[in-house]
């Protein structure tokens, strides 16, 4: 089951979650000691994540709902550090990089227990299944979550400790297992950063248009390049931006760190006069905009610093 992106819902019938940011994975106990782990499409990936493997609890017959995150230090999910486990199958490979980057199970469904379909019980009653559960290992949490009323309370404790964001879901919904339903709705926090324009990779040979651009917020001694953006631009606006850009040519990248700058396609290199605003999800541990949306050129004012 699949939740649908939208404003945070408020209400009695709502209760709320913490999205994490990871990898959707289905989570198969046979009962017999073993443990078998699907991802969202279907695909098996137990071997990608032995750690998992402790999850097996002998008598346990269950299949569980989850995300497979990795926290860093702080304890916080790290979709970078994720990303160097998924897709792992070579067993050299993927025990390096599970002893450099251990993966936790972020339990929040129930799907079956005891041989019983439990998908057309409400989520208040999955949810006392789930947490009843004997699941005692540190490879898996069950996080609580936050009865009716708390929407809001929910959204700031996420956004203060820098989670992704929150997932409501009505307290009387069933489990409809392969569909995005409104019962379920995601609301991401959304973070903006002004930044200036450094170069720009045109759509054509006409220069007419612009497939994407490359920015850069303040850094130590100039302008610290924070990475391309190519959405979030209506033909119009793509248009506007390459009349603008074109007359600012310079022959080198105007950022202080631009031997760490990758691009396919030929840039066009300009002066960083044009300031605009672009909305993401969170910084990289590198330095880098992810998942970046052009929201529109802004003034003068400053670049603000992450």
Known sequence: MLATPGPLP????????????GARALVHLPGDGGVLLTSRTGRLVTDSYPELGALAVPGLAAVLDGEIVALDETGRPDFGRMQQRMGLTRPAAVRAAARAYPVTLMLFDVLRLGGRDTTGLPYTERRELLERLPVD????????????????VAMDWTLDRGLEGVVAKRVGSRYEPGRRSR?????????TVEVRIGGWVPRDEGERALRSLLVGVAGAVGLRYAGSVGTGFSERESALLAELLRPLDTPAPPFEDSGGIEVEQPV???RP???????????TRGGRLRAPVWRGLRGPPEVVPY
């Open 10 to 21: 408020t209400g009695g019938d709502w209760a709320y979650e913490v999205k994490w940011d």
């Open 137 to 152: 290992v540190p490879q898996a949490a069950v996080p609580p979550y936050w009865p009716p009323g708390l929407g809001r």
């Open 183 to 191: 019962e379920w709705i995601k609301t991401k926090h959304v973070r």
């Open 268 to 270: 066009r290199w300009v």
């Open 273 to 283: 006069v044009l300031v605009g605003e672009v909305e993401f999800l969170e910084w």
